[in-house]
């Protein structure tokens, strides 16, 4: 079983102790565990009509993490409910130079529009430009081109903006609770990654308005294994805590078995992305967690359906302009047990 997996986890205190992680397997299939739009109210939304043909080709890296394959499980679950899309997966390979090579290939073979989640988004840049030069539009999904020339839309995530709910949020609890001086805990996911120097900026700016700030941060990778080891050092480097943030749901399981081996129970936890096992375990109650950010892989289904409306030409219907913007940005929502029913239908 792969790390993907580990996103069935069962969060409860039963189903993690002594170390034990217990998982149960998600399935790779595209259109399960998946967040698409399957309005087909024509009167509503004059889009939703069959139109013109479009062949999107998407790649995106290999499912080694919960977060990228729901990437790719929306991507294929929301082109197979347009009847006039043609979806084309290419594989994105080991590393950004074999991605660059196969969509060199596929640039060739001239394809409507390109979603492209890249291995790495400087890496990728050129073979943007050279889609575009090409007339093909690009869609950058997450991972930023920095060359505003190498995509038409660029769709991605508010990294900063994690920061700033999941600081909100603690901000929020701990002054309820009237705690003047909080002992603060923070494990970011990879730190030479600007996407988690963002999610730290934006933290630390929301916890400075209520003047609080972290008192130990722990670095892990984005996996269960270093969650639980990040986890495992801070605690016992702080023998009383009373927040804590973790960036990333899936190195989260790892976060709360680490609580559970040492019987901490003392703090509220913040975990982030929104996945499925994670609002299920805020929905019970019975560990530390007690909200996620959002950072929704639902973001692959919005680029499929509007790299539709490029490639035949239509702007969104809600809107004024006649095409879809040049950048979107999702907002990160904070998920608790009060709306977790909202947000259920999103959880990956």
């Known amino acids: 079983m792969n790390d993907l997996s580990r996103r069935r986890i069962l969060f409860g205190s039963a189903a993690i102790g002594a170390g034990a992680v217990l998982t149960a397997c998600t399935s790779n299939n595209a259109g399960e565990n998946t967040q698409i739009n399957t309005n087909k109210d024509t009167e509503a939304n ?59 290939t596929l640039i060739s073979q001239k394809p409507s529009v390109i979603v492209l989640l890249p291995h790495d988004g400087k890496e990728l840049n050129a073979v943007g430009l050279e889609a575009m030069r090409a007339g ?82 722990r670095p892990a990778e984005f996996t269960a294994d270093t969650g639980q080891r990040a986890a495992t050092e801070l605690l016992q480097a702080l023998p009383k805590i009373d927040a804590l943030w973790n960036h990333d749901d899936d190195q989260g399981i790892g976060v709360l078995a680490a609580a559970n081996q040492s019987n901490r129970k003392e703090f509220l936890m913040v975990g982030g992305a929104g996945s499925k096992a994670a609002i299920d375990a805020i929905v019970a109650d019975n560990t530390v967690l007690k909200a996620t950010v959002t950072y929704s892989p639902s973001m692959a ?48």
């Not at 660029?154 to 900063?160: A, L, R, S, T, V």
């Open 46 to 104: 004059p889009n939703a009509a069959p139109g013109e043909k479009v062949v999107i080709a998407f790649s995106a890296p290999a499912a080694d993490h919960g977060w990228v394959a729901a990437i790719t499980n929306n991507a294929k679950a929301q082109a197979a409910a347009y009847s006039d899309v043609e979806f084309k997966s290419v594989e994105a390979g080991a590393d950004a130079a074999a991605q660059r090579a196969a969509l060199s």
């Open 136 to 217: 093909i539009p690009v869609v950058n999904l997450d991972r930023a081109f920095p060359d505003r020339g190498a995509y038409r839309l660029q769709i991605k995530g508010d990294n900063f903006g994690m920061g700033l709910a999941a600081g909100t949020y603690i901000g929020e609890q701990l002054k309820a609770k009237n705690i003047s001086n909080p002992i603060i805990g923070e494990i970011p996911g990879i730190d030479s990654l600007e996407l988690t120097q963002q999610r730290s900026a934006g933290f630390k700016e929301a916890l400075g308005v209520y003047g609080f700030k972290v008192a130990n941060r």
């Open 301 to 348: 289904s919005s680029a499929i359906s509007l790299a539709r409306l490029i490639g035949q030409k239509k702007g969104l219907s809600d809107l004024v302009e006649l095409e879809v913007p040049k950048e979107i940005t999702l907002a990160s929502e904070t998920i608790t047990k009060e709306n977790a029913a909202q947000y259920a239908k999103l959880g990956f």
